[in-house]
């Protein structure tokens, strides 16, 4: 892979007042301080990022689209606050998520199980279609953030971590809630997500503090409970029968993963990472004064995603991973946007994009607001060679359905961000191919993260989208 | 086996509230650490459904860290954690991994495994680094997450039978959600558990315990949707009555009179389904218009206005979560009464289809709006089912407050409980709830949902000839709960492994 600089917005050289101030005081990354000095490392060695950001129930297509196709275009209302990024961007219509139509499953509401799969979805564990509104049960094959942490998060002490905002706050059944999939075709799982910042932080910077000869003891004492754990899944599983023996070995799997994990395990700070402040939004409620009246409180729907990003960035920008799901609400989100004024909640309004056309508008042009906030991160912190860690990321902006009104899977407008270490040829709109499938942007994107294949998802789309360079 | 061979078991992952209570039990530390675990999967409303129990990475991790913080915590008196004095070395840490290991794992380890984990204490680099280490291999070990049952063979048979400590593990679990107790364990170790007779006279002794109330709790807790009730929002400005608070107090009012039924009350589904009364707090008399009653222990059981209230389906918990924040849900509703009480799978959207979904237009009611399901056919397929269902509850609003106008119209909650063995015309929820209580389905749905939680699966087709048997004993009890549980424990799925799953 070549490195093509494409910078449209030149990273300066800043100064140490600039760095205290853009990472909140406290939050600094290190190989931000690189920046300062001269460009020694090698562009073609940075590691590449992946990260997704799901927003949910379709957009209003026609406030959306940019005004042309190619580099001369105007941005969108909706897409208007990313205006200071449009050179970071390559805005992509018409791709179709044609997995979630097999059989016969409509996107009615299982679209964000396969929005990052692009594969069929199997009877799942609340019975044959028994229980559940639509064919229950998971996703046949991983999702593309899992696959490429199969590819690349062997580098990092977490292979990727999933994010999310107000995502498990609903009765809905696990496949309207989660994108992220691992596993392999016929045995994937849906990957949890966690809503809370504060679990968050403890998770990528239980270390800080730590000395290095408390450290070392410390994974010495982890090898010797985990090598026996190890020997008492051998056993187990040599008295029980197939499929326990599987389900036991999947499991056994994640263990010798997390012991391989902990030669990576660093002091912290360390040379590229000082530990930002623990976050103070609360998920869960606790007791409080509102109107002068004993209350319970807990964060908003924003001050919870802006602490989900900042902790995103500072996991990337410390390298503790390098794939990284963000997922806002879930499929049919309920999030009613009280602060923008909207008249409903969002998905009964997205039914009625007549009456709710200025509601939903502001909505989308609010999660365009966030979008552009995680870019402004992702830019003001550096890679290693002091190029903002945009350039060497894959930013995927996903929506499980284009038209949410009708639940269209087709014509699906979708944004990647950031130049991939020169993968991505951004500072453009462009239409797809007709008839062109997210298996086929998947299976780019594999390519693109080492590991060459045009088959993604369901075997019936092959092929790679051409255009994204 | 007179009713067919045993169901598919497959082994079986402590969830996180099993976890947590087993922390209880085995150390007496209550500190919750299962909090730092990822979300759980919840399947039909049940957090320990086998299939979706999946370990990915941050569960792995956890494991781990919180096993250094459980066992940091119990070594701070070694020689308490012990029984016996660290000074005397390896006799007591031998010691020690024999009772302990009994416990914790839920059986007598056996040789190998003792030396094995006097080699985990060895590898400590002190002996309280050795028993804390040893402490984190037990608690980390799959042994300890796991229910593993390998049975015995029965002669002539193609399945297992489960030992008495594998019995011992799954009456425990079934009925405590947590590890046996001493007179469990007792019983185990003389094989006190390997006839029908022995294992229900443990099961009845265990419903008597507080353990039991709580696990019972928890089953109502996830049919009834009940981990949805703690982020409900509401504005007040649009919900007079409303304050953050009042979650807390609805979920504690449906497990509070679920128990109460089932233990000191009646003990039946009818009286699940129509009660006119319900327990809490005192405050939720004024919410609902009812009076109080009686009160004990802080609890009062408030006697509500019997034309507007009926158990568990007219109380705000389930009102308030199948609904959406600024509007009733009737879809969400009426899902609920045809998947969760007549057990009724709907079919999918047919394919390709372009769904116009209502307007809400001021003036108009909900059922208004919905009368398009009707008019397009290719939603009527679906929501015929489900819409003069959920229609029926539109007394009550987002907040579960009873309500006669909406839009400033008089509300209509005729309804029909169509492809049911209870049909013909209703009017309102009461009416409905009298219907409920008839029905069969719904009695044997009630039976499946325990079903389901009792053997973390979700019942299949193969299922039903054993099933149908524990509803007949169900509808001989009428329906008295402690009964069917106690008959749950004696069924050929709890007490036999089927041959292909070992």
């Known amino acids: 892979m070549t490195y093509k600089p494409l910078f449209s917005i030149p990273s300066k050289p800043l100064s140490r007042r600039t760095v205290l101030r853009g990472a909140g005081g406290v939050a600094i990354s290190l190989p931000l301080l690189l920046a300062m000095g001269p460009r020694t490392a090698k562009a073609a060695t940075l590691p590449k990022r992946f990260v997704v950001f799901f927003s949910a129930n379709g957009m209003i297509k026609d406030q959306w689209q940019p005004s042309a196709t190619g580099t001369g275009f105007t941005l969108s209302p909706i897409l208007s606050p990313l205006a200071g990024h449009q050179s970071d961007l390559l805005i992509m219509r018409g791709l179709n998520n044609e997995a979630s139509y097999i059989y016969g499953n409509n996107a009615h509401d299982t679209s964000c199980a396969t929005m990052l799969t692009a594969d069929r979805l199997m009877v799942g564990p609340s019975g044959t279609g028994r229980a559940g509104h639509v064919l229950d049960g998971t996703c046949h094959g991983p999702s593309i953030d899992q696959e490429i942490a199969r590819v690349i998060g062997g580098a990092t002490r977490l292979p990727s971590l999933e994010l999310g905002v107000q995502s498990t706050t609903t009765i809905l059944e696990p496949m309207v809630t989660r994108i992220s999939y691992r596993g392999t075709p016929g045995n994937a799982k849906s990957v949890p997500l966690e809503d809370d910042p504060k679990k968050v932080f403890a998770r990528l910077f239980m270390e800080a503090g730590t000395s290095t000869s408390a450290l070392d003891t410390l994974k010495k004492n982890r090898k010797s409970v985990l090598d026996f754990v190890v020997r008492d899944f051998q056993r187990l599983e040599s008295k029980v029968g197939a499929e326990d023996k599987a389900k036991l070995d999947r499991h056994l799997t994640t263990v010798r993963e997390f012991e391989l994990s902990l030669d990576k395990l660093a002091t912290m700070p360390n040379s590229a990472c000082v530990v930002p402040p623990q976050p103070t939004v609360n998920l869960n409620a606790v007791d409080c004064i509102q109107d002068d009246r004993p209350a319970k409180c807990y964060g908003d729907y924003t001050a919870l995603g802006k602490a989900q990003m900042d902790l995103l960035v500072m996991a990337l920008s410390c390298d503790i991973t390098r794939v990284i799901t963000l997922q806002w609400s879930t499929a049919e989100s309920t999030i009613f946007f009280k602060w923008l004024n909207a008249r409903g909640e969002h998905h009964l309004m997205s039914h009625d994009p007549k009456t709710y056309r200025e509601d939903l508008i502001k909505i989308h042009t609010w999660y365009a607001t966030q979008f552009s906030y995680l870019l402004d991160q992702l830019k003001s912190h550096t890679d290693v060679d002091g190029s903002p860690l945009l350039d060497s990321s894959v930013v995927l902006w996903a929506n499980e359905l284009s038209d949410g009104d009708v639940h269209n899977r087709r014509d699906l407008g979708w944004i990647l961000a950031g130049k991939g270490n020169g993968a991505i040829g951004t500072g453009r709109s462009v239409k797809v191919a007709t008839n062109s499938t997210t298996n086929q942007l998947f299976a780019s994107l594999m390519t693109m993260f080492g590991s060459p294949t045009d088959t993604f998802g369901a075997t019936q789309w092959k092929g790679t989208l051409s255009g994204l360079t | ?502």
């Open chain 2, 1 to 502: 086996m007179d009713n067919g061979l045993p169901g598919r078991a497959l082994v079986r992952r402590l969830s996180n509230t099993e976890y947590d209570a087993t922390i209880v039990s085995l150390l007496g530390d209550k500190t919750g650490y299962a909090a730092a675990f990822p979300t759980e999967t919840i399947v039909n409303g049940f957090n320990n459904n086998t299939d979706v129990q999946d370990v990915p990475p941050a569960l792995a991790e956890q494991f781990m860290i919180v096993s250094e913080q459980i066992a940091a915590n119990a070594t701070k008196d070694t020689d308490k954690l012990l029984g016996c004095k660290l000074s005397a070395g390896e006799t007591c840490i031998n010691d020690f991994i024999t009772r302990f290991g009994l416990r914790a794992w839920r059986r007598p380890i056996t040789s190998e495994e003792q030396t094995d984990l006097l080699s985990v204490y060895r590898a400590g680099t002190d002996s309280a680094t050795g028993v804390r280490l040893l402490l984190e291999a037990f608690l980390v070990a799959p042994s300890f997450l796991y229910r593993v049952e390998v049975g015995v063979p029965v002669a002539g048979q193609t399945y297992r039978a489960l030992t008495s400590w594998e019995i011992a593990s799954r009456l425990s679990y079934f009925l405590t959600g947590t590890m046996p107790d001493d007179q469990l364990l007792a019983s185990a170790q003389a094989d006190g558990l390997s006839t029908a007779d022995g294992i229900a006279t443990q099961a009845k002794r265990i419903l008597a315990t507080p353990a039991a109330r709580a696990r019972v709790a928890e089953f109502f807790a996830g049919w009834l949707d009940l981990r949805a009730v703690d982020r409900l929002q509401r504005d007040a400005a649009q919900f007079p009555k409303w304050d953050s608070r009042l979650p807390a107090l609805f979920a504690n009012e449906s497990k509070t009179f679920a128990t109460s039924v089932v233990f000191e009350g009646a003990g039946d589904l009818t009286t699940l389904l129509t009660a006119p009364f319900t327990y809490g707090d005192p405050s939720l008399a004024a919410y609902y218009g009812g009076t109080v009653s009686s009160m004990q222990n802080g609890v009062a059981r408030i006697e509500l206005p019997p034309s507007q209230r009926a158990g568990l389906f007219t109380q705000a918990a389930f009102l308030a979560t199948h609904s959406k924040e600024i509007a009733t849900d009737p879809v969400s509703r009426g899902k609920f009464v045809r998947e969760r009480l007549f057990c009724q799978g709907l079919p999918p959207p047919p394919a390709d289809l372009v769904i116009a979904a209502p307007e809400i237009t001021p003036g108009t009611t909900t059922r208004e709006r919905f009368k398009q399901h009707e008019s397009e056919p290719l939603c009527a397929g679906c929501h015929k089912l489900i819409d003069p269902v959920g229609l029926v509850f539109e007394n009550f609003d987002a907040i579960g407050q009873w309500r006669e106008q909406e839009q400033g119209q008089p509300i209509d909650v005729s309804g029909e409980l169509t492809s049911t063995d209870v049909p013909g015309a209703i009017v309102g929820v009461v009416p409905m709830t009298a219907k409920l209580a008839q029905s069969q389905q719904v009695e044997t749905c009630f039976v499946r949902q325990w079903f389901r939680f009792a053997f973390g699966r979700a019942e299949s087709d193969s299922d039903d000839p054993r099933i149908n048997t524990i509803v007949g004993g169900f509808t001989g009890a009428k329906g008295k709960v402690q009964d069917l549980l106690v008959a749950l424990t004696i069924t050929p799925d709890f007490r036999y492994l089927a041959a292909e799953t070992k």
